[in-house]
């Protein structure tokens, strides 16, 4: 099976600009979890999507929003870019079936680095 | 909020040497999961323990989960070069799925 992809690799915008993240989980996976990672504040979630809703968040402002498609495709836009948004936005996989007990299989991250 | 702190944040080792990483979360978890993430890349499951006091190893790194569910290590038997990375414990924010708490990570480095 293909793991999961996102794209694009690596970005750079400037404070003020908005980005939109791709995240394409694992063939027959229905959860996505997005995570943003710095070296200040480690890995830290964001969200889940599980069947097109969001199921989970994290303690990030509303600048930062998700959804999912009936694919189970999902995408995280981030508004009006601060300096502070620059890390590795890591999207997660599962299948979701059995509550607490997943395995997440992460992607390789987009980078971003806002200038 | 749930906190998970793990130490040492760094350690250096020769290769050979052992290695242990300490976990330790300030709620109660239904489980905890261990990942490793080299240098440049992303966090690759490795383990999830489930039970109180569970031990399981795979080949040279034993994992264990405390009594009391809220501890956890992970130790590597004689390191090698290819065990260089950041290991990461997370457990459930909670115990709510897959919104997980991730410790700070340990970053080992072995000198060859």
Same mark, same amino acid.
Not at chain 1, 29 to 42: E, L, M, N
Not at chain 1, 89 to 101: E, F, H, I, P, V
Not at chain 2, 78 to 96: E, H, K, L, M, R
């Given at each position: ?6 794209? @694009?690799?690596?970005?750079?915008? +400037? ?14 996976? !229905? ?6 990672? $710095? @070296? ?12 097109? $809703?969001? !199921? ?6 509303? !600048? ?11 995408? =995280? ?32 991250? $987009? ?5 | /909020? ?13 290769? /050979?040497?052992?290695?242990? +990483? ?20 992303? @966090? ?15 080949? !040279? ?17 004689? $390191? ?10 997370? /457990? ?16 080992? =480095?072995?000198?060859?």
């Amino acid at each position: 099976k293909a793991g999961v992809t996102q794209t @694009p690799r690596y970005l750079i915008k +400037t404070r003020g600009q908005q980005v939109t993240l791709s995240c394409s989980p694992i063939s027959g996976h !229905r959860s996505v979890s997005w995570y943003q990672q $710095t @070296p200040g504040q480690g890995l830290q979630f964001l969200f889940e999507y599980f069947s097109e $809703t969001q !199921r989970n968040k994290g303690n990030f402002p509303g !600048r930062f929003s998700g959804r999912q498609f009936s694919n189970s495709r999902s995408e =995280m836009n981030v508004s009006t870019l601060e300096l502070g948004d620059s890390a590795l936005y890591l999207c997660a996989s599962s299948l979701r079936t059995q509550g607490s007990q997943e395995t997440q299989y992460f992607g390789p991250g $987009t980078r971003l680095l806002v200038l | /909020g749930q906190q998970v702190m793990q130490i040492p944040q760094y350690q250096h080792v020769q290769e /050979g040497e052992d290695f242990t +990483t300490y976990c330790n979360s300030s709620t109660t978890l239904s489980n905890i999961q261990w990942y490793k993430q080299r240098p440049g890349g992303h @966090p690759v499951f490795l383990i999830q323990l489930v039970k109180s006091g569970e031990v399981k190893k795979q080949k !040279r790194l034993t994992f264990q989960f405390g009594e009391a569910k809220k501890n956890s290590s992970l130790h590597i038997t004689a $390191t090698q070069t290819t065990d260089v990375g950041t290991y990461f414990c997370a /457990g459930p924010q909670n115990n709510a799925g897959n919104m997980l708490t991730f410790g700070g990570g340990t970053r080992l =480095m072995v000198k060859p």
